[in-house]
């Protein structure tokens, strides 16, 4: 027994659905219609998915701007920390727009007085710890520093073992054979 009515259906629930997604559609630019516009950003600039953003507050003078102690203290802290859009890059290794103002709230705290160690808690606190190149040698990260370190142990232990066989294995043979020839 077929269902005659079920191409029917089909079709009711297509129209349906492109019903619904055209009232989706209307209301998204009805909403877009209502909403400022925003500049645009120059074709040479590059790309920003809009997922993450830093807000950057432009608090530097000139003279903090040209600072080489405050320029080298910055290099050191984006040296620490991750970028979260380029892979296993620091923000001062990377290009993208994130890492750029990312480094622009590091000189600027670190203009205010706060320390270095104040600079990566904030950035820690606002994206975790992962946002640290190498992360912190407490709890579970641990294992992290220690699990090389035994594989290295682990591992001259193992060769002094073979070879210490090895040369205990090879007088004995050398001297058989040397009685063997002797009869």
């Keep these: 027994m077929t269902n005659v009515h079920s191409p029917k259906r089909a ?28 500049p645009g950003a120059p074709a040479s600039a590059p790309q920003d998915s809009g997922a993450l953003r830093v807000q950057v507050q432009g608090t530097l003078t000139d003279a903090q ?3 080489a102690t405050l320029e080298s203290a910055t290099k050191s ?10 892979q296993g890059l620091s923000i001062q290794d990377s290009p993208s727009e994130l ?12 203009a205010a007085g706060k320390s270095q160690e104040q600079v990566k808690d904030y950035f820690i606190s606002k994206y975790g710890e992962w946002i640290l190149l190498e992360p912190q040698a407490h709890g579970f990260n641990v294992l992290i520093y220690a699990i ?20 205990a294995a090879g007088p004995v043979a050398a001297g058989a054979e040397v009685n063997a020839d002797d009869d």
């Design 11 to 38: 079709v009711r629930s297509l129209a349906a659905v492109f019903s619904l997604a055209a009232a989706i559609s209307l209301a998204a630019s009805a909403a877009a219609a209502q909403a400022p516009a925003l």
């Design 65 to 67: 701007k040209n600072d």
């Design 77 to 86: 802290v984006a040296s620490q920390l991750r970028c979260p859009v380029c």
């Design 99 to 110: 890492s750029q103002q990312m480094r622009t709230v590091v000189k600027e705290q670190l």
């Design 148 to 167: 090389p370190a035994l594989l290295v142990v682990g591992g001259a232990i193992f060769i002094v073992f073979i070879v210490k066989k090895w040369t």
